[in-house]
DNA sequence: CCGGATCCGTTTCGATACTG
DNA sequence: CAGTATCGAAACGGATCCGG
């Protein structure tokens, strides 16, 4: 049976005020899955985010410990954004959301290859995420 | 490395699309977590959803087949509201979420007997949120 | 009463144009 | 390339009303 104490039960939005808008998320995805790192990448994801709120979210999941700002030490005018500890956490929770939706769109898009990993050995996935270099 | 055909990956912003705002997460886990099932009782959490927001809600959840709508059989005047399979199969984003939202504000709230459970053997507790009825 | 629908002031979002 | 500024559109929240 549930708790009793409903009132004192809320991780759920804990999560929700960090990331819990329509781009947050996304952004994570293209730092997490699609490797990119710069603010132009963003704006070319096929959501076509607007440069204000990607600007915005940006600024906002910095606020929070989710990515990390700094640049580039190869090219001075390049900015590079990367996931913090505390971003490449919510992975399982990306990954528990391209499961569900490959399960109820099969045509979404994610490779069949991807899907059958993470099933197998979703640890192995997550720490070659971490591995990751530049 | 990341996959190359960065367009056709859309599986985030699909669920997003389903559950992706403010509200709708919240409204899960109450019926997930929290064993509500009635408009009465969502309007009680913590968070104070407004009675248009929430109806607004139920509907496109119940439109997106996450959750179904029926009479309780017992009180002809009591609208009961459940989660389907498909809004079931979403344990796995909650719980990662949940796990997440704990591991960084250890005051959120999350039961940590629950915390534990989830983590020793979470397809056991998804198989009991499964079972329940009423 | 319960489960909403409607109206309305306020806040937030987002498309576009523009800038250092 | 990496953002601001502006301003209309949309979402939200609160109050109130309505139907069974």
Redo the contacts between chains.
Sequence with gaps: ???KN???????????DKF???WS??II?DLM???KETYGEFL????EIATNILADRLKRLETEGILLKFRDPENGRRVIYRLTE?GL??A??????????????PD????KQ?LQRLQDDPDDFIAEIRSRES
Excluded: H
């Excluded at 409903?6 to 929700?16: D, G, I, K, T």
């Excluded at 070319?44 to 959501?47: D, G, N, R, V």
């Excluded at 399982?92 to 769109?105: A, E, F, G, R, T």
């Excluded at 979404?108 to 490779?111: D, E, T």
């Design positions: 049976m549930p708790a409903r009132r004192s039960f809320c991780p759920v939005s804990f999560a929700l819990g808008d329509k998320l996304l995805r899955f699609l490797g070319e994801s096929s959501e505390k956490d919510l399982p929770v990306l990954i528990s959301m391209i499961q569900w939706s490959s399960q109820y769109d979404c898009g994610a490779p991807l």
